[in-house]
């Protein structure tokens, strides 16, 4: 099946320091990519959604100075978080959309592993 | 009021039984609704879709959607403690952004 890789899957990072996520397709191309966040015990909520070699589409209410979004090629995009803070502390998880999925069928989205950041 | 509700638990279940997840939603406009499993500190895995109304079959698990209530389920028989896991569901109108709910805790018992 298709497989998505994050990098790292944990990674601690003190408070005003900014942290890169990567996000790759392994085995398929990926025009989309989707960016998003949990915290324990709560859903995944939707950060992004990430076009190759277009502006990211950022949800209402997310910063997109904090959240740096780059989707630089067919099988990586990357998230990094500036300036981090005790509270971007999370769970942060990206999904991938194959190039050759039906239109229309967002249900062919494969997610990564997650990376856990932890801002002390 | 959310777009999707689901109870968070945890829901505990011996080993053998039948385990009913469910889901409601207030959109009327969402066609296609997914069902995932997620294991601590892991990225989601798809187990079933179902497009608008009906009942779909793999296995162990059967999910079914009623649109008229904006209700979905998702049934697991012969419940292992290799199910225990959260289970989410997920749903959107066909374009490429998916709603999630909070997810149910399945703690299976052997």
């Known amino acids: 099946g298709a497989v998505v890789s994050q990098h790292p899957s944990w990674v601690i990072c003190k408070s005003g320091t900014s942290v890169k996520i990567e996000c790759r397709s392994l085995?398929?191309?990926?025009?989309?990519m989707f960016w998003y966040r949990q915290f324990p015990k709560q859903s995944l909520m939707l950060m992004a959604t990430?076009?190759?070699?277009?502006?990211?589409?950022?949800e209402q209410g997310v910063e997109k100075d904090k959240f740096l979004i780059n989707h630089a090629s067919l099988t990586l995009s990357t998230l990094t978080v500036t300036s981090a803070h005790p509270e971007d502390s999370s769970f942060y998880i990206c999904?991938?959309?194959?190039?050759?999925?039906?239109?229309?069928?967002?249900?062919?989205?494969?997610f990564g592993p997650g990376t856990r950041l932890t801002v002390t | 009021q959310k777009e999707v509700e689901q109870d968070p638990g945890p829901l505990s279940v011996p080993e053998g039984a039948i385990v009913s997840l469910n889901c409601t939603y207030s959109?009327?406009?969402?066609?296609?609704f997914m069902w995932y499993r997620q294991y601590s500190r892991k990225g989601p895995e798809l187990l079933m879709y179902?497009?608008?109304?009906g009942n779909k079959e793999d296995g162990r698990f059967t999910a079914q959607v009623d649109k008229s209530s904006k209700y979905i389920s998702l049934f697991i028989r012969d419940s292992q403690p290799s199910d225990s896991a959260t289970y989410l569901c997920?749903?959107?109108?066909?374009?490429?952004?998916?709603?999630f709910g909070t997810g149910t805790r399945l703690s299976g018992q052997s």
């Open positions: 999904s991938a959309r194959d190039l050759n999925a039906t239109a229309g069928i967002s249900y062919e989205q494969y």
């Open positions: 085995d398929f191309q990926a025009t989309t």
């Open positions: 990430s076009n190759e070699g277009s502006k990211a589409t950022y």
């Open positions: 959109n009327s406009a969402f066609q296609y």
């Open positions: 179902t497009y608008s109304s």
């Open positions: 997920a749903m959107n109108t066909g374009f490429q952004k998916l709603v």
